[in-house]
């Protein structure tokens, strides 16, 4: 890893040091300080974004774009740095970096660029006025979506790059037209700066605002906290844990003037294997299950942590298939120490609820994730509370239901899921008329037939759901749909046309 950059901040266009410092924790590599954030900075960060609101938002479609482009080509150039300096970080192969996750955060930026040339998204309305209308004339009525102002973004643990620093949070907001401030997570602090230094790149390029853009560093818990209580933030973009997501949304909506926060938070993604699919073809569903709950050490917010069967030869051969296939798993590194321990806790957690039985047990290694997985009936999964808790990492739970109705059971007691996932052959459509519903209530993505590891990046993704898996089950922080947590609905009546907006401009 890189050790001759001078780390620091980026306020407004300035690189910005502070005293104190956090060490990072690599993999390979020495560690390396950065500074830590402190409040007085964020509100530096935050009121040059405010200050730059104004001229931020005026800016073009077509210059936004513009911009966001640029983004994509900095990120691009700086591949082989950020390559290495990732793997160091976190773990992550060279192919998760290089092939996968740099090219998705590029062409992300790009989706959007896109996505606000075409328009649409503005949802313009023109309802003309009728003078002559009895009983009462109707006035000129315009209305258009607009940018909410300043955003703080939380970068993400699991994903050092698509749900980052310059991850879909940041280019929605960007596209929204409404400046950024991130707080980079201290996990991959090299990484995130990397990105931050992209970011100001294309922004010196495209001649936008100074403010439009600022990278804090983390390292104490009172950065978060300062920039989620800063008067001028208007909304929060946050990935990660239920425990610190929630603390984050209860401070937005303890403030003096409460914000939206829209949090991503945890998920099991629970897949139903349908009587005739089950008996069909178990045995290569429980082997594809492994194969999905083991991909990224299960480091997925959409890892589908339990799967629910009718119980009987195929869901032996569904748990047997599974268990021969995650035996053979190699380990693999973990994102953080947090995140190991938390597995291994998790994982013990589960092992020891009473009526659960362990098919697989490993010794998972300090910073290395070894699979396990468990046998459960629907009557205790549905007794005991802490099995529908996430467990980041390969982690798996196979829950047997005695007939139809019980599986119902299981569907309704789900808590909001970002996806939930339907295995069935087209003897089972019965089961599924009773099921879609209750999937539909509970999930933002509906699968048939799949693993919902892997979100596309596209129009019509949700990615998202009911609490807890998400804060505010109307968006999406995946797709372009994702902006409009970044805009909201003015309504203009009789506006002299000399004062149009140009987007409003017929």
């Given at each position: 890893m890189t050790q001759n950059r001078d780390a620091g901040h980026l306020i407004a266009g300035e690189r910005v040091s502070s005293g104190a410092t956090f060490a990072s924790s690599p993999v390979t590599g020495a560690a390396r300080d950065f500074p830590i954030g402190t409040p007085d900075l964020i509100d530096r960060a935050v009121v040059t974004a405010d200050d730059a609101f104004g001229a931020y938002?005026?800016?073009?479609?077509?210059?936004?774009?513009?911009?966001?482009?640029?983004?994509?080509?900095?990120?691009?150039?700086?591949?082989?740095?950020?390559?290495?300096?990732?793997?160091?970080e976190t773990g992550l192969p060279e192919p998760r970096i290089r092939s996968v996750e740099l090219p998705r955060t590029a062409n992300q930026m790009r989706l959007f660029a896109r996505h606000i040339r075409d328009s649409d998204y503005l949802d313009r309305r023109h309802d003309e006025p009728l003078p002559d209308r009895k009983p009462m004339p109707r006035p000129d009525l315009r209305m258009i979506q607009r940018p909410i102002g300043p955003v703080a973004i939380f970068g993400a643990s699991n994903f050092p790059l698509a749900f980052s620093t310059a991850g879909g949070d940041t280019a929605a907001a960007l596209a929204a037209g409404c400046p950024v401030v991130v707080k980079g997570?201290?996990?991959?602090?090299?990484?995130?700066?990397?990105?931050?230094?992209?970011?100001?790149?294309?922004?010196?390029?495209?001649?936008?605002?100074?403010?439009?853009?600022?990278?804090?560093?983390?390292?104490d818990h009172a950065v978060g906290q300062a920039l989620v209580r800063h008067p001028l933030i208007r909304a929060v973009g946050f990935t990660g844990s239920l425990k610190g997501g929630r603390a984050l949304f209860d401070l937005c909506a303890s403030r003096e003037e409460p914000i939206p926060f829209f949090g991503e938070l945890g998920s099991v993604n629970p897949i139903f294997v349908l009587p005739e699919a089950s008996a069909a073809r178990g045995g290569e569903i429980g082997k594809n299950w492994a194969g999905s709950l083991t991909m990224g050490a299960g480091q997925f917010c959409t890892n589908p942590g339990i799967v629910i069967v009718m119980d009987g030869p195929g869901a032996d051969a569904l748990r047997d298939a599974a268990a021969a296939a995650l035996r053979?798993?190699?380990?693999?590194?973990?994102?953080?120490?947090?995140?190991?321990?938390?597995?291994?806790?998790?994982?013990?957690?589960?092992?020891?609820?009473?009526?659960?039985?362990?098919?697989?047990?490993?010794?998972?290694?300090?910073?290395?994730?070894?699979?396990?997985?468990?046998?459960?009936?629907?009557?205790?999964?549905?007794?005991?509370?802490?099995?529908?808790?996430?467990?980041?990492?390969?982690?798996g739970l196979i829950v047997r239901?005695?007939?139809?109705?019980?599986?119902?059971?299981?569907?309704?007691?789900?808590?909001?899921?970002?996806?939930?996932?339907?295995?069935?052959?087209d003897g089972d459509?019965?089961?599924?008329?009773?099921?879609?519903?209750?999937?539909e209530r509970r999930a933002g993505r509906v699968l048939f037939n799949g693993f919902p590891t892997g979100v596309e990046v596209a129009d019509a993704m949700v990615h998202g759901g009911p609490y807890p898996a998400s804060t505010n089950f109307g968006a999406t922080s995946v797709g372009t749909l994702a902006i409009r947590r970044f805009l909201r609905p003015v309504c203009?009546?009789?506006?002299?046309?000399?004062?149009l907006p140009d987007d409003l401009r017929a």
């Amino acid at each position: 890893m890189t050790q001759n950059r001078d780390a620091g901040h980026l306020i407004a266009g300035e690189r910005v040091s502070s005293g104190a410092t956090f060490a990072s924790s690599p993999v390979t590599g020495a560690a390396r300080d950065f500074p830590i954030g402190t409040p007085d900075l964020i509100d530096r960060a935050v009121v040059t974004a405010d200050d730059a609101f104004g001229a931020y938002a005026a800016t073009t479609r077509e210059d936004r774009a513009a911009f966001l482009k640029a983004i994509a080509e900095e990120l691009e150039t700086r591949v082989d740095e950020i390559t290495e300096t990732a793997m160091a970080e976190t773990g992550l192969p060279e192919p998760r970096i290089r092939s996968v996750e740099l090219p998705r955060t590029a062409n992300q930026m790009r989706l959007f660029a896109r996505h606000i040339r075409d328009s649409d998204y503005l949802d313009r309305r023109h309802d003309e006025p009728l003078p002559d209308r009895k009983p009462m004339p109707r006035p000129d009525l315009r209305m258009i979506q607009r940018p909410i102002g300043p955003v703080a973004i939380f970068g993400a643990s699991n994903f050092p790059l698509a749900f980052s620093t310059a991850g879909g949070d940041t280019a929605a907001a960007l596209a929204a037209g409404c400046p950024v401030v991130v707080k980079g997570h201290e996990g991959h602090p090299g990484t995130a700066e990397l990105a931050a230094e992209a970011i100001e790149a294309a922004r010196q390029r495209t001649g936008m605002p100074a403010g439009a853009f600022s990278f804090v560093h983390g390292g104490d818990h009172a950065v978060g906290q300062a920039l989620v209580r800063h008067p001028l933030i208007r909304a929060v973009g946050f990935t990660g844990s239920l425990k610190g997501g929630r603390a984050l949304f209860d401070l937005c909506a303890s403030r003096e003037e409460p914000i939206p926060f829209f949090g991503e938070l945890g998920s099991v993604n629970p897949i139903f294997v349908l009587p005739e699919a089950s008996a069909a073809r178990g045995g290569e569903i429980g082997k594809n299950w492994a194969g999905s709950l083991t991909m990224g050490a299960g480091q997925f917010c959409t890892n589908p942590g339990i799967v629910i069967v009718m119980d009987g030869p195929g869901a032996d051969a569904l748990r047997d298939a599974a268990a021969a296939a995650l035996r053979d798993a190699a380990p693999q590194t973990m994102l953080t120490d947090g995140i190991a321990a938390a597995y291994r806790e998790g994982a013990v957690r589960m092992r020891e609820v009473r009526g659960v039985e362990t098919v697989l047990e490993t010794e998972p290694g300090a910073r290395q994730a070894t699979p396990f997985l468990f046998d459960t009936d629907a009557q205790t999964w549905l007794a005991e509370e802490t099995l529908g808790e996430e467990v980041f990492g390969p982690v798996g739970l196979i829950v047997r239901c005695r007939d139809a109705g019980e599986m119902a059971a299981v569907a309704r007691a789900m808590r909001g899921q970002l996806t939930v996932t339907f295995h069935m052959d087209d003897g089972d459509a019965a089961e599924m008329r009773t099921l879609l519903p209750l999937a539909e209530r509970r999930a933002g993505r509906v699968l048939f037939n799949g693993f919902p590891t892997g979100v596309e990046v596209a129009d019509a993704m949700v990615h998202g759901g009911p609490y807890p898996a998400s804060t505010n089950f109307g968006a999406t922080s995946v797709g372009t749909l994702a902006i409009r947590r970044f805009l909201r609905p003015v309504c203009y009546q009789d506006i002299p046309d000399s004062l149009l907006p140009d987007d409003l401009r017929a």
